[in-house]
């Protein structure tokens, strides 16, 4: 075991190093989060990782050790992607060569923990560490994919209410036709910010409420569908009300700033679903080993 200040030494001198080499990948990933609502979630990841962290942290104390060889393990592969990109870099293209250069970045703050903290620290600390890899932002190339599958799966959403309430809907990809409107899912409408937002949301709630791993994985998986049905829902909503009550529904608050009510009827769903899944959640709580025992494993 080793004092707390000779680890905080260590992990803010390997911190100090790939803060000096990859600021720019840093400052250009926040810059794309603060300017792009496709890569908003990214806000979220330090002060979420932070506060997970902060919440274990006794325990990580108590159990801090360095671990030279496994850590140093993770800095090199971090070191090799770093200067993989310094070599192909201008081939790669900025969005690609942004991923991989933040991909190297969260590995090598990884692998610093790893190497101040230790395994056995590293484990406890395993979810707040691995969720920093959502600073990683995803290829432009890959975001039009998953924001047209989102278009595609709202315009569905909404055609099957459509449906279920008797109104008359026909749809060609994401236009939709009912009587007296047509309408279409636009790129600015696939609610990709909202999405990743409860999907991150989803999986803190779920990482701090639910202890079976397989109970974690449904609840986050049940996410992604409940995003698409809660923009499909808006679509249904924002559509009726133009045609039924005023058209200026259309263009009215409703419709640019209403996504907030329903993102907030998309989480009361996600805490229905981990009430749900909370009872019957036998799977024997995470154990923390104490200093003793640590010590004793160590000897």
Aim: charged share 10%; proline share 5%.
């Amino acid at each position: 075991m080793i004092k707390l200040s000779k680890v905080q030494t260590c992990l803010v001198l390997v911190w100090a190093v790939s803060l000096l080499v990859g600021w720019r990948p840093l400052f250009a990933t926040f810059a794309l989060a603060w300017n792009n609502d496709e890569y908003t979630q990214i806000l979220l990841i330090l002060p979420v990782s932070a506060a997970l962290i902060y919440l274990e942290w006794r325990a990580l104390r108590e159990m801090a050790a360095i671990d030279i060889r496994a850590g140093s393990i993770i800095l090199a592969l971090a070191a090799l992607i770093t200067c993989f990109c310094f070599v192909l870099g201008p081939s790669l293209g900025s969005s690609v060569l942004l991923f991989v250069s933040m991909f190297a970045l969260v590995s090598w703050w990884i692998g610093a923990f790893v190497l101040c903290f230790g395994l056995r620290s590293s484990r406890v600390a395993l979810f707040p560490l691995l969720i920093l890899f959502g600073l990683v932002p995803i290829p432009q190339s890959a975001i039009d994919v998953l924001v047209f599958q989102l278009q595609q799966g709202s315009a569905w959403a909404a055609t099957v209410l459509f449906s279920v309430f008797g109104v008359p809907a026909l749809r060609d990809g994401t236009f939709i036709t009912i009587p007296g409107l047509e309408l279409v899912v636009a790129k600015e409408c696939s609610s990709i910010r909202s999405s990743s937002m409860l999907l991150v949301t989803t999986m803190v709630l779920a990482q701090l409420l639910l202890r079976s791993p397989w109970r974690k994985a449904l609840v986050i998986c049940l996410s992604v569908p409940l995003s698409i049905a809660k923009n499909g829902l808006r679509i249904f909503t924002i559509a009726m009300l133009s045609t039924r009550v005023d058209p200026g529904y259309m263009t009215g608050r409703l419709h640019h700033q209403g996504g907030i009510v329903f993102f907030l009827i998309a989480l009361l769903c996600v805490f229905a679903l981990l009430w749900i899944l909370r009872k019957g959640d036998n799977s024997p709580a995470r154990t923390i080993p104490s200093p003793v025992e640590v010590a004793t494993a160590k000897s």
